[in-house]
């Protein structure tokens, strides 16, 4: 595994998330599950919890944009750069922007996970960097995985827990 | 029709944008194509490192399906 340089890493383990807008990929319900058993991994094994917020800014906010949505990272259309995330810091920083040209899909092997995908993510909103390990979430390329048995890899958990130590209530 | 660019040019395309969204290879801006060069094998070298893969510096088709797998826009390597 592998974590920013530098301390990028939130203060905090109390953190707030807002879903600002929807794919027409996929119902509201089932992007609203998917993102939050994307976080739901992280907490189970660090002491962070989340808590969803309707209005105003959440540490980490979600929103779905196409192109150039002025981040200076734009998107690529079709395939190619599916989502991306920044670092924990203020403003723009735990954010995760998905490419909504992408099709996301919420159970089926085609197209794209969006719980994984997210997980990917969240990974970076919370500090991690890309792994060089081919098996862990936190490899750069997209690899599918059943979703009804995904457990965090090995080398995910030793990342996160380096950052912010065990889940507490195991 | 449309005549087909080279595969070469395509694939050299797309190192160029791969290396230079998620390596920090500078955009071109000059023509000294000897110092671009250099700069290019250079992150491909940290590229083919970073998954693994053979380190040459030069672009191969191993390198190249690599590079359009989909994947997360946040860089390998911090700048």
């Known amino acids: 595994y592998s974590t920013f340089a530098g301390d990028y890493k939130w203060k905090k383990h109390d953190l707030t998330y ?6 027409p990929d996929m119902s509201v319900a089932e992007v609203d599950d998917s993102i939050k058993k994307a976080l739901q991994v992280w907490a189970d094994v660090t002491p962070l919890r989340f808590t ?8 980490i906010m979600i929103s779905f ?37 992408e099709t996301f899909l919420y159970r089926s092997p085609e197209g794209y996970n969006l719980f994984l995908v997210a997980a990917h993510e969240f990974g970076h909103s919370l500090g991690l960097e890309h792994s060089q390990d081919p098996g862990a979430l936190m490899y750069p390329t997209y690899v599918y995985r059943d979703v009804d048995t995904f457990s965090l890899p090995q080398d995910d958990v030793n990342g996160i827990q380096s950052l912010y130590g065990k889940n507490p209530d195991i | ?39 290019m094998s250079l992150r ?36």
Do not use: W
Request: glycine share 10%; with cysteine; net charge negative.
């Open chain 1, 65 to 101: 944009v196409v192109g150039d949505h002025r981040d200076g990272y734009p998107f690529d259309g079709p395939n190619g750069f599916l989502a991306h995330a920044f670092p924990p810091y203020e403003g723009l920083g735990g954010d995760a922007h998905f490419d909504d040209d």
């Open chain 1, 18 to 23: 807002r879903i600002e807008n929807y794919t």
């Open chain 2, 44 to 79: 491909l070298k940290e590229m083919q490192q970073f998954f693994g893969l053979k380190v040459t510096g030069k672009l191969n088709d191993e390198t190249v399906e690599v590079m359009k797998k989909p994947r997360c826009g946040v860089p390998d390597i911090a700048a």
């Open chain 1, 52 to 59: 969803r917020i309707y209005t105003g800014t959440a540490d």
């Open chain 2, 1 to 39: 029709s449309p005549i087909a660019p080279p595969a070469d040019e395509d694939r050299e395309n797309i190192a160029e944008n791969y290396l230079n969204r998620l390596y920090g290879l500078p955009k071109q801006t000059s023509s000294d194509t000897e110092r671009r060069s250099s700069a």
